[in-house]
């Protein structure tokens, strides 16, 4: 079945910078687009990123370009998403996502706290 575990959340102060990982099984990755997702407490899950299969196509919210960048390793099945410049704003629970015809799938979630 398809797994999505996230790593790489924690505390950082504003400025800071932090790579979360999404390493993924049960699916063939190289030929799936993969996503980065992230929901603040009391609002709705947002689109943060997304990087097409040959890693030459890659998308962003608007609040994040420049800042972030999404990157995925094939050999790895691991998908990245290396954010710099965090801002308190940032501060959310950080997914991984796939979707694989009509059904989407999730990991648990990595929580990123930006906060002084």
């Known amino acids: 079945q398809v797994q999505l575990v996230e790593s790489g959340g924690g505390l950082v102060q504003p400025g800071g910078s932090l790579r979360l990982s999404c390493a993924a099984s049960?699916?063939?990755?190289?030929?799936?687009?993969m996503s980065w997702y992230r929901q603040a407490p009391g609002k709705e899950r947002e689109l943060v990123a997304a990087?097409?299969?040959?890693?030459?196509?890659?998308s962003y919210a608007d609040s994040v370009k420049g800042r972030f960048t999404i990157s995925r390793d094939n050999a790895k099945n691991t998908v990245y998403l290396q954010m710099n410049s965090l801002k308190p704003e940032d501060t959310a629970v950080y997914y991984c996502?796939?979707?694989?015809?009509?059904?989407?799938?999730w990991g648990q979630g990595t929580q990123v706290t930006v906060s002084s």
């Open positions: 996502n796939v979707r694989r015809g009509f059904n989407d799938y």
């Open positions: 049960g699916f063939p990755f190289s030929v799936y687009g």
């Open positions: 990087i097409a299969i040959t890693d030459r196509s890659t």
